[in-house]
Structure formats: structure tokens, C-alpha cells
């Protein structure tokens, strides 16, 4: 983890030396199965990511990456409490059921620990991190319907967005097949660095905090 930050933190003191350098470009596609981890709030999903590599160095580059996931289904219990000691009864209880999607951009550095981009024969270990956004979506259906002037909820039923800024770090493997195209598989997360709250989430700190794995290929363009 540390080297990752380290990673994170040079990348801005290298990018502008880099990008005075002759690059070589790669594109990779993959297949992502994501956890959402936080208590209350976990669920499966599937996605996609397309992502532009640029290699400055042998063992070094930048990367951008566009990624997109199916919905999420969430059920939680969860009670609405009275905001007057009048009311009968003080407290109801139901159950929230929420789906849940998100977009994502990235951008950031990417560093060979084992290896290079251009190798034909050997594996390569390599580690990236960027800072990221979020954009997602969430929609609620609750199984009462609540009157909100008489009662708290800790959520609201309907649709509604919701943005975080991220702070992305993964590590994969790779290895050639021929022709310029590497398999690769991978581990990735996203970690939220805003709570900018939705009152239609029902956990904001931290939240979504995911861990993903991506199986896909690169493709090396070459001069």
C-alpha cells in the first residue's frame, strides 16, 4: 500500500518530464466483478472497462480509463422515528429495497514492478493509482409509505444521484499471447474521498467503498 501512494505521490513530479517523451499507446478492454464493502450497503454488480495506456518509459506511463457497472440490488430494515412525542406510534418499521449503479473516470500513473509494457516473452507485475469520479445512481422502493412531515427517515423512496471523488489503486499480471496483446488479471479499488450526502443513500461515509477484480486484454499499438 505504501508503494502505491509513493507511486501517486511521484507521478506529479515525473508527469511533465514524461509527456516530453516519445510514447507508445495501449487500449485494454476486461470483464469486472465488484463487491460493494461497507456494512448496509453491500452488494454484487458486473462491468466494463475501456482504458487508454500511455507509455512514456519502458516501465512507467499514464492511463485513463472510462468503467461502468450493472445495478446493485440492497435490502435493508431500517425505522422511521416520530418527530413529536404525540405521535402513535413513535416508530415504524420497513424495509428499503434499493438498486444501485455507478460511472466512473479515472486518471492517473501506472509503474512495471516486474517487467515492461513491450514485453514479448516474460510476465509483468505492475501497480497504478489515480484520482477518480463517481457518478451514480440509486433508486429505493419501500414496502410503507412513510409521511415524511411526521416522521424521520434515515432514506427516501424514489430516485436520486449522487458523485464521489476517488482515489483509485490496483495491481495486476500480465503476459504476453503474441501479436501485441497481453492477457491480464487484476484487483482494483475505489476508495470515496467525498461524503457529500444523498438522502436517498442509507450509507454516505465512505461510501461506495468497492473492491473489484477484472480479467481482459491489452492491445499495444507500436510505431
Known sequence: ?????????????????????????????????????????????????????????????????FSYYSKGHINN???????????????????????LSFEHVSLGWRHYLKGRYDAESKWNLYAYAGFGLMMGTVSNTQSTSIDTSLYHVPVLSGKGYFKRLTFDLGVGAEVPVGADVFAYLEARTLIPTTDYPSPYLLVNDNAPFTLAVNIGVRILFPD
Not at 508503494?3 to 508527469?15: H, N, Q, V, Y
Not at 450497503?41 to 475501456?50: R, S, V
Not at 412525542?85 to 420497513?94: E, G, I, L, R
Open 77 to 99: 430494515v431500517v425505522n422511521a422515528n416520530a418527530k413529536s412525542s404525540t405521535t402513535v406510534p413513535q416508530q415504524v418499521k420497513f424495509q428499503n429495497k434499493s438498486e
Open 1 to 65: 500500500m505504501k508503494k502505491l501512494f509513493i507511486i501517486a505521490f511521484t507521478s506529479t513530479l515525473t508527469c511533465p518530464v514524461a509527456l516530453s517523451q516519445k510514447s507508445h499507446f495501449s487500449f485494454t478492454t476486461d470483464a469486472s466483478v465488484l463487491r460493494s464493502l461497507n456494512e448496509n450497503q453491500k452488494y454484487w454488480a458486473i462491468g466494463q472497462t475501456l482504458n487508454f495506456l500511455f507509455h512514456f518509459m519502458p516501465t512507467d506511463g499514464a492511463y485513463a480509463w
